[in-house]
């Protein structure tokens, strides 16, 4: 994962939470989707490009596209590679709960880390 995340609300704020990440060209999530605790997920590009999946559809999103899907549903991303270093703002409803929201794959399982 070539990324960084910085908590922009405060950490007791449990309406909303939103989030910069900071993306090196195809960095991301990983290839295993995964699905947050919450209703909806929003992101808007500041600079960049995103690849998004969400339930196998891929989208590209570029400087100044937003793009809003329910935040349970399976989902990866990346900056794409040829578009250097991609920055996004999320926005997630309701907040997601304090400690790790899942695991990484074991070593023995396919597309471990």
Not at 14 to 38: C, F, H, M, N, T
Not at 55 to 78: E, N, S, W, Y
């Amino acid at each position: 994962m070539l990324y960084a995340e910085y908590l922009l609300t405060p950490s007791g704020e449990k309406r909303v939470q939103a989030i910069l990440s900071d993306i090196e060209p195809g960095g991301g999530s990983g290839a295993e989707a995964y699905s947050l605790p919450a209703d909806v997920e929003f992101v808007f590009v500041l600079s960049g490009q995103l690849e998004i999946t969400v339930a196998g559809k891929q989208v590209t999103l570029g400087q100044g596209d937003a793009f809003t899907f329910p935040a349970d549903t399976r989902h990866t991303f990346r900056g794409a590679p040829q578009a250097g270093r991609t920055q996004v703002l999320w926005v997630v409803s309701p907040a997601l709960p304090d400690g790790p929201l899942y695991t990484e794959p074991s070593a023995d399982k396919p597309g471990a880390r």
